[in-house]
């Protein structure tokens, strides 16, 4: 396919690569690069937080690491697969399975139960319907929702609201966890609860996580390492060598 | 997603915004119920009048003759077939054998002949024919006063209307209405007539005994002769009793030649009446009964054309009146094509309403599309699920649109016979709603509610996720 995809098949560490990746949009006359050239590697296991000022790019890297996108050049690398040369239909295939997101607005259809969004993709990966409810429900109790079963987004409060979310997220058991902004619409103990579950399944499960977020203290106290990204451009890549509040602050689990 | 997961979803999307997609729905019922109406209407009316047709007896009839019987002769008779002396002679056997012929119901000897009727001592000259039991349904005798033959020998008889009028002794006034025929009944039911007519007996042999005998010479038989070669013309009588007057003419087909007096057919052939042909008085009275004519009814007008060749080849003539059915089924199909425009229109604007309605649901959820995208749905996915959502509007529409037709038709149905009623008139089925055009219009609301689901769903399909999501 391309060089860097033999590069990247030779590192099996490698969960997702970015190869000079850019996504230029046209507004008018305008040209707005939204990402510019970005470079990146992240390992099997990592929980790595992009930072950024608002409009620097870091939701659209994601969306372009989620397959939601493509890119206008370079690669987006995941297990070995380039995203820009998947048809749409493998695209589709490739969130599904592969990844798993998590939204600032938590994006749960208001029409449906709890229990419902939470079965939503194994539909689409056509599962069956007994399985599908008693995984559904397994998800939920992870995230300590098994109470809320029957109930409405509306019904919910926010944190609740993520949790199903991220329970919607783990259900096809992803390898990737994408969570955009997953604390900004939530108090700080909220958001530091939804943060302990994401980095418990990220320990627990060795799942790859990618957050966005703005939030610098957030970032340093839960992110193996961190990106900074300006303008669409990487600014500075930096490992975070002691993530703070470790397995001791888990308490919004249960 | 599987398509137990699909319909789930469609109809619980429809439930969401169960107004507008209720609204919408019903636009596609009362466009199917028009469909329906406008067609029914014209498959009843084309099956009433179908009916009219085959009830009036005219146009299922084939005449029968003998080529022998040079009077019934045209030119292009003359042309065609067996010379008349050496063509078979219509006797029962050739009877059997065309009553046999596919699409046959039955084939009985048209017996008709002049006779003498006394009634209240004043003599009246008429054709008289005799018809057979299965003509008591057709038409021609609807309006009839009194009732049809008590059996088929009975010595009854049926007046048409203008022999009743003679039998009176009424005389309509030129440019005067058709006499009431219950006016004419009234006096005459029940009451009997003398008939005189002329028997053929071979000689020697007795009389029928059926036949009330007041007159008897028979010719003894000459020494040496042929058995059955010399015959008597015996003249009789029988008293006749009144049983019905008949409004129309049962026997119109037969135009200068029809009988205004009728009896039971099988009377008529007991009589032995000696009939005027050439054959008749020059032929050896033999066991076996020869016709001048026989009269062949077909089950349907479509089957005329291949029994009248089929009777030809047996070297008889034939004669028949156009089938006015074939006409008649290429008008009713206009019409229905017509009428299934009309009732499609209504249609056709429903399905303006589900693209709408589907427009808008897309605008509306596509935050939601977006969602779906995001966790895994495909672009194919989405777009079946809107496809369902238009399919389900097309099955519910649908049925509560043949449903709301079929009711329709009924009231009319109700209401046409109410007036028919009040007319004093017959009721009539002038609505029928085929089980052909329950499935059809049902599919047809389907086909058009997918039709209309494309544009939306290929919309909705197509959706960019990441813009989908931005969008609040």
Known sequence: MTVGLDKFNSDSSSAVH????????????????????????????????????????????????????????????????????????????????????????????????????????????????AKREALAREALGRVGLSARLGHRPSELSGGEQQRAALARALINQP?????????????????????????GFNESLGMTVVMVTHERALAERYASRMIFLADGRLVDDQPNLAPSAASGARGGES | ?????????????????????????????????????????GIGLQQLATRRLRKSGLFDTVVVTSRRDLRSFGREQESSGPAPAESPALDEPAREKIAQIPGVLEASPDIRFVTELRYEDKLHLTLMAGIPGSAKDRDAFEGMQGGFFSSDTAPELILQKSFAEELLGRKRKPGEDDANVADLAAPLLGKELTMRYAERVAAGRSATASVQITENHPISEPAGA??????????????????????????????????????????????????????????????????????????????????????????????????????MRQFFAVLDLFLGIFGSLALAVASIGIVNTLVMAILERRREIGIMKAIGASDIDVKKLFFAEAGAMGVLG???????????????????????????????????????????????????????????????????????????
């Not at chain 1, 969570?179 to 609860?193: F, H, I, K, V």
């Not at chain 2, 999307?13 to 029914?40: Q, Y």
């Not at chain 2, 049902?442 to 544009?455: D, M, N, Q, T, W």
């Open chain 2, 398 to 472: 649908g049925a509560v649109g043949v449903a709301l037709g079929w009711a329709i038709g009924r009231v009319i149905n109700v209401g046409t016979n109410i007036y028919l009623r009040r007319q004093e008139l017959p009721p009539e089925q002038i609505w029928f709603v085929p089980w052909w055009l329950v499935l059809g219009a049902v599919g047809f609301a389907i086909l058009v509610s997918l039709i209309s689901g494309l544009y939306p769903a290929s919309r909705a399909a197509q959706l960019d996720p990441v813009q989908a999501l931005r969008y609040e």
């Open chain 1, 175 to 199: 390898h990737l966890l994408l969570a955009d902004e997953p604390t900004g619409n939530l108090d700080s103990r909220t958001g530091t609860e939804i943060l302990n579950l994401v980095r």
């Open chain 1, 18 to 129: 970015c190869e000079n990746v850019s996504r230029y949009y046209h507004m008018g006359q305008a040209l707005i690069r939204a990402v510019d050239g970005v470079s990146i590697q992240v390992r099997a296991g990592e929980f790595l937080a992009l930072l950024g000022a608002s409009g620097s790019g870091k939701s659209s890297l994601l969306n372009l690491i989620a397959g939601l996108d493509r890119p206008s050049s370079g690669n987006v690398i995941v297990q070995g697969r380039n995203l820009a040369a998947l048809s749409p239909e493998e695209l589709s295939k490739y969130r599904r399975h592969t990844v798993g997101m998590v939204f600032q607005s938590f994006n749960l259809i208001v029409s449906m139960t709890v229990l419902e969004n939470v079965e939503l993709p194994l539909r689409f990966a056509e599962v069956d319907r």
């Open chain 2, 226 to 327: 042929v058995p059955g070669a010399a015959y008597s013309v015996v003249s009789r009588q029988l008293t006749l009793k009144i049983v019905g007057i008949s409004d129309l003419d049962p026997d119109s087909l037969r135009g200068p030649v029809r009988a205004r007096v009728f009896i039971p057919l099988k009377l008529a052939e007991s009589l032995h009446v000696m009939q005027p042909n050439v054959r008749d008085t020059t032929a050896a009275f033999s066991s076996t009964p020869t016709y001048a004519t026989l009269s062949v009814r077909v089950r349907s007008p479509k089957d005329v054309q291949a029994v009248e060749t089929a009777i030809k080849k047996m070297g008889f003539n034939t004669f028949s009146i156009v089938d006015a059915t074939r006409s």
């Open chain 2, 1 to 41: 997603m599987k398509f137990y997961d699909l319909a789930e979803l469609a109809t619980r999307n429809l439930r969401e915004s169960i107004l507008r997609n209720s609204l919408t729905t019903l636009g596609i019922a009362v466009g199917v119920s028009s469909l329906v109406a406008m067609l029914s209407l």
